[in-house]
């Protein structure tokens, strides 16, 4: 079974407050960016055990640490699935903000969800998913939602960005979630993420925020650079996604997309 993990990037990103767990409580919305993705194959094989193959780019951790066999264990865990061979071409930039390896656990998930004929419904399969990360529950349902918590409570919310361009710049430097969270300063602010986003998209850029972008910026420059290429541009609205280090730009044109200097251009 194949499968296409696409990534997705955050239309604002609000960090509300810290929670006695320790995790943040945030509100954003996650897109669906379809046209960038890590290509999975899943099937079952004789014997017990996942047999796991990565290719394209290199990860950043250990093969036996990857999440789509943290996302097998689980699923063996809980169901007594067993004997599968998962093979990942990895494509989109890790540590990018862009949920890439979420993708693929959730992924994973619904494959053995799928070859086994388990008959999950969408509630489980999102409670299962939110076990493996922050935002893999988004990409059960892979559609525009409104994240709350720690990002795996999500509403579906209506967006008028169909049609439009968008531009990703993956700077060489990343970020880690540690250094993202030690930087921010949470704060709820007056005029709800909803309601900003129900404004015209030429006046997101001023509404429509990243929280994580102040101290990533100046502790980045070439992270801010980016975003200033893609305003130059002229992308109706650009911002980092997630906790970096990718920033996008949305576009009105294809040529004018292409203008940036980056394999990453696709339509939504």
């Given at each position: 079974m194949k499968l296409k993990?696409?990534?997705?990037?955050?239309?604002?990103?609000?960090?509300?407050?810290?929670?006695?767990?320790?995790?943040?409580?945030?509100?954003?919305?996650?897109?669906p960016v379809r046209g960038l993705y890590d290509e999975l194959e899943v099937e079952r094989i004789l014997g017990t055990g996942a047999v796991f193959e990565n290719r394209g780019m290199a990860v950043d951790c250990p093969a036996e640490e990857n999440i789509c066999l943290r996302a097998f264990h689980l699923m063996r865990d809980r169901y007594g699935v067993d004997g599968v061979r998962i093979a990942l071409d990895k494509r989109v930039p890790f540590g990018a903000g862009l949920?890439?390896?979420?993708?693929?656990g959730t992924m994973t998930l619904l494959a053995l969800n799928e070859l086994f004929a388990l008959k999950l419904e969408e509630q489980c399969l999102i409670e299962l998913a939110a076990e493996l990360?922050?935002?893999?529950?988004?990409?059960?349902?892979?559609t525009p939602q409104l994240c709350t918590g720690r990002g795996e409570k999500m509403t579906p919310i209506e967006l008028s960005i169909?049609?439009?361009?968008?531009?990703?710049?993956?700077?060489?430097?990343?970020?880690?979630?540690?250094?993202?969270?030690?930087?921010?300063?949470?704060?709820?602010p007056a005029v709800s993420l909803r309601e900003r986003l129900s404004r015209p998209i030429v006046e997101w850029q001023g509404l429509v925020k990243n929280d994580f972008e102040p101290p990533i910026f100046e502790a980045h420059p070439a992270i801010r650079q980016a975003k200033e290429t893609l305003q130059q541009a002229g992308a109706i609205y650009a911002s980092m996604s997630g906790s970096g280090s990718?920033?996008?730009?949305?576009?009105?044109?294809?040529?004018?997309?292409?203008?940036?200097?980056?394999?990453?251009?696709?339509?939504?």
């Amino acid at each position: 079974m194949k499968l296409k993990a696409n990534c997705k990037i955050n239309l604002g990103l609000d960090v509300l407050r810290r929670r006695a767990d320790g995790f943040h409580e945030l509100e954003t919305v996650m897109v669906p960016v379809r046209g960038l993705y890590d290509e999975l194959e899943v099937e079952r094989i004789l014997g017990t055990g996942a047999v796991f193959e990565n290719r394209g780019m290199a990860v950043d951790c250990p093969a036996e640490e990857n999440i789509c066999l943290r996302a097998f264990h689980l699923m063996r865990d809980r169901y007594g699935v067993d004997g599968v061979r998962i093979a990942l071409d990895k494509r989109v930039p890790f540590g990018a903000g862009l949920g890439g390896g979420s993708s693929d656990g959730t992924m994973t998930l619904l494959a053995l969800n799928e070859l086994f004929a388990l008959k999950l419904e969408e509630q489980c399969l999102i409670e299962l998913a939110a076990e493996l990360g922050s935002d893999t529950a988004f990409f059960v349902r892979n559609t525009p939602q409104l994240c709350t918590g720690r990002g795996e409570k999500m509403t579906p919310i209506e967006l008028s960005i169909e049609g439009l361009w968008i531009a990703l710049i993956k700077p060489d430097e990343g970020v880690s979630t540690r250094e993202a969270y030690a930087g921010v300063k949470p704060a709820v602010p007056a005029v709800s993420l909803r309601e900003r986003l129900s404004r015209p998209i030429v006046e997101w850029q001023g509404l429509v925020k990243n929280d994580f972008e102040p101290p990533i910026f100046e502790a980045h420059p070439a992270i801010r650079q980016a975003k200033e290429t893609l305003q130059q541009a002229g992308a109706i609205y650009a911002s980092m996604s997630g906790s970096g280090s990718t920033v996008f730009g949305l576009f009105d044109e294809e040529a004018s997309a292409r203008k940036i200097d980056t394999p990453y251009i696709y339509q939504l």
